[in-house]
């Protein structure tokens, strides 16, 4: 899956979590994406069996997709943690290099990072 697939995963898992539904509409104001390049996107992803859609125009996660999300979600999570933790940088940066470095981290890598964090917050 291209960057751009688990960044629209991440935000639709997002949404839902604050508002309790998704549809497009959502999706581009959160992003700041044109309609026509989430349409694209959503026909993408449910093509691929990350997402179904409802006739109301409501967007949902399949558990292939929740699973999915839900990962890279993890991920940024974590390493936003890691780089506040570890090099003090501030809570915004860290959320923005955290969304880069989540899509190209290798799974040994995360793991360590993982384990770190988890150590460091039970302390």
């Known amino acids: 899956m291209h960057e751009s697939g ?3 995963l991440e935000t639709i898992l ?8 998704v549809r497009s509409i959502d999706i581009a104001n ?13 026909g993408i992803l449910r093509k691929s069996g990350f ?3 409802e006739d109301s125009g409501r967007i949902l996660l ?6 999915k999300a839900s ?7 974590l390493l936003t943690r890691y780089l ?7 809570q915004e940066t860290a959320a923005s290099d955290a969304c880069r470095i989540e899509h ?11 384990e770190y964090v988890e150590r460091e917050d039970g302390k």
């Open 71 to 77: 990962e890279i979600y993890e991920r940024h999570l």
């Open 104 to 114: 190209v981290i290798s799974a040994e890598t995360f793991a360590k990072v993982k």
């Open 51 to 53: 997402i179904t859609m």
């Open 6 to 8: 688990e960044n629209y």
């Open 84 to 90: 506040v933790l570890t090099l003090s940088v501030d």
């Open 14 to 21: 997002i949404l839902e979590n604050k508002n309790g539904s």
């Open 62 to 67: 399949t558990p292939r997709g929740r699973a």
């Open 30 to 42: 959160e992003l700041d994406y044109s309609k026509p390049s989430i349409s694209r996107a959503m």
